[in-house]
């Protein structure tokens, strides 16, 4: 497998590379390796490599080589990211021994979270060795055992790192991952790209002559690109935020919004002769980077393909839709229905365009925590292009990304302490949890929520914070009230397309003690009926329900001119069971904040260890007060 180097030098045209991450669930695996299959066939442009993540300590160090695998089985180039920082040095050493089983050469050398030895070290052992500090000692440590073997990348920052006191700080520690022996830079996102043309400048006047490969993360939804920012601290021009201002709520309009911005980036920066070509963080989705291929014209169509924009893809009109070769032909997405044929042909009539293809799933829900779900609706797409949640359809490959960056604490340590303060008894998270529902300064975020609590959140106020109060103690992470066909466009329930009625239920996620979760579960029973479905969980792995296995509850759906019914927000027991592992990993990420032994950090263990993740749905929408009477009535 070449090293990256050499394919850029032997590349004479701009060329692009992909970034994937490993999906969460078997089917979102199985799914990602036919969308990276597709996107790297003809018409599209092959990639010059495939990159995929590594999760910070490891976290995902299986499934990241388990893709990188299949991705090289693909016959594509894999760069392989790995941090370094609080891991045993054992696991870095595995980790470059199985790439070189695979035959990957190239290596992005990251730092990944702040070192915390003492904190992750366990009790029995020597805390974790120093020698990993910064992604630097990485990039020595890969040149001192592997040699020349490995194409060493490392991170470029447009905007300085978080951690960095300045610009000149930043360049610093860049020149310092050069010199220790890189061979490339992949930067961070950023969306400012004549401050990128600025900092490319003073990056090649401290004498730097890697190649410098921009990262590209167009925008999928305006919920995760405010999350996106906010976490990266990357500034945003004006213009860009007055643009996203009137369709935030629309997730068509902002997703085409991003492919249009990203193409005008990506146009100017080859253009300026500063960089050889560019890197699409894709999110595990497809159609963005798909359309931005298409608009820089770096895809390939024969010239009758151009003659209308009805015959750009042809597919097969099949009236059966159990028939063998119907099935076989969907696969690679060459057959259609005659309904289907139908619509699209007088859609494109009318517009002159290409419709964009048929929902043929449930929709996706990027979820705020701390008592807020936002949605944002996937209108008229196909299945799965929007960021996926974990309210959403577990097949997808970016199922569970709540904003592009997976689980764990969206803060640095240092500012998670100044927010969270130290808190020693449980009426102290009570207290954290009602203070960021009041919206009070002193507790902006809570280590399951990095935004404010959302305007539909405080319709609902009294009871969230009845519930969180200490006399009850039922921490809330995520919620919604009632809808009954509200207007698409009501600045507080409305999202989608205009001139649609959006509906909803009552849903409230929250940690409660064994004993409550008793409590709960009895008086569901002594109920009946089925107007709430719980779903419960603890960390040891023990699960409670009182619904079916495989129920799907949508929770959230909308209906729009000219469109099937949408439906935004889905909750199910593997995709609950899922997040369940992440919930309560964001509370051992929390308690590692604090030394080993402290009132704090023994306080949030015993909460990880003993408390249960509870979720329930109340299925009358048109009962506001349902679920709140349930829960807070004795």
């Known amino acids: 497998m070449p090293r990256l180097t050499d394919l850029i030098t032997a590349h004479p045209a701009p060329f692009h590379t992909f970034e994937f991450f490993p999906p969460r669930t078997e089917a979102g695996f199985v799914n990602l390796l036919d969308r990276v299959r597709r996107l790297a066939q003809p018409p599209l442009p092959a990639p010059l490599a495939v990159s995929v993540t590594w999760g910070a300590g490891g976290a995902t160090a299986e499934k990241s080589l388990e ?100 610009e000149a700080d930043d360049l610093k520690w860049l020149k310092a991952k050069c010199d220790a022996g890189a061979d490339f830079i992949l930067t961070q996102l950023f969306y400012d790209v004549e401050g990128f043309e600025k900092w490319v400048g003073s990056v090649r006047e401290s004498g730097i002559t890697l ?75 497809e159609k963005s980077v798909r359309t931005i291929l298409e608009s820089l014209d770096w895809v390939k169509t024969p010239a009758s393909e151009h003659s209308s924009p009805l015959l750009r893809h042809n597919k097969l009109i099949i009236e059966d839709e159990d028939d063998t070769s119907r099935r076989t032909s969907s696969v690679s997405g060459m057959s259609i229905s005659p309904s289907e044929a139908s619509q699209l042909a007088q859609w494109g009539l009318t517009n002159r365009a290409l419709q964009p293809a048929p929902k043929k799933g449930l929709g996706t829900q990027g979820v705020g925590m701390g008592g807020q779900v936002e949605k944002n609706a996937k209108a008229e797409d196909s299945w799965d292009e929007y960021p996926n949640g974990r309210f959403t359809d577990i097949r997808s490959p970016a199922y569970g990304e709540i904003d592009g960056w997976g689980s764990g604490l969206k803060t ?95 849903f409230v996620e929250f940690f409660v003690p064994t004993k409550e979760m008793d409590r709960i579960e009895e008086r569901l029973k002594r109920a009946g009926g089925e107007a709430v479905s719980m779903y419960a969980a603890n960390k040891a792995g023990d699960f409670r329900t009182n619904t079916l296995s495989d129920a799907v509850n949508a929770v959230t759906w909308g209906v729009f001119p000219g469109q099937e019914i949408v439906q935004s927000t889905i909750i199910e027991e593997t995709s609950f069971l899922a997040w369940k592992e992440e919930a309560f990993e964001i509370w051992s990420e929390w308690a590692r904040l604090y030394p080993r032994g402290s009132e704090s950090r023994t306080l949030l263990d015993g909460v990880g260890e003993q408390w249960w993740l509870v979720s329930l749905i109340h299925h009358d929408y048109k009962d506001k007060e349902g679920l709140w009477e349930f829960l807070l009535s004795e």
Not at 89 to 111: M, P, S
Not at 125 to 130: C, H, I, N, T, V
Not at 228 to 251: G, N, Y
């Open 211 to 285: 190649p410098i490969i921009p990262g590209i993360m167009p925008i999928q939804n305006f919920a995760s690109f405010r999350r996106l920012v906010k976490l990266t601290q990357c500034p945003v021009p004006d213009s860009i935020m007055a643009d996203l201002e009137p369709i935030k709520t629309d997730d068509s309009a902002v997703k085409q919004y991003g492919a249009q911005l990203a193409t005008r980036m990506v146009n100017r920066l080859i253009s300026s002769k500063l960089v050889p070509g560019v890197h699409f963080c894709t999110l595990n989705l």
């Open 67 to 166: 893709l990188a695998e299949e991705v090289v089985k693909l016959g594509l180039d894999v760069v392989l990211h790995l941090t370094c920082t609080n891991m045993p040095k054992e696991k870095v050493d595995d980790a470059l021994t199985n790439a070189r089983a695979l035959g990957i050469h190239n290596i992005l050398a990251l730092r990944g979270d702040p070192p915390r030895p003492e904190e992750y070290s366990l009790p029995t052992e020597a805390p974790l060795p120093d020698f990993f500090q910064h992604a630097d000692d990485l990039v020595r440590y890969i040149r001192q055992t592997h040699g020349d073997f490995f194409c060493v990348g490392v991170a470029g920052y447009p905007t300085p790192h978080v951690d960095s006191a300045n």
């Open 412 to 506: 640095n340590a240092n500012q998670a302490l100044l927010e969270w303060g130290t808190p020693t008894t449980s009426a102290d998270l009570s207290a954290l949890f009602c203070a960021y529902l009041n919206s009070l300064p002193s507790a902006p975020t809570t280590p399951f929520c990095d935004l404010p609590l959302s305007p539909e959140s405080q319709t609902i106020l009294p009871r969230l914070i009845a519930l969180n109060s200490p006399d009850k103690q039922y921490w809330t992470v995520g919620s919604q009230p009632a809808v009954d066909a509200a207007y698409s466009d009501d600045p507080i329930h409305g999202w989608g397309p205009k001139g649609g009625y959006v509906f909803q239920k009552a």
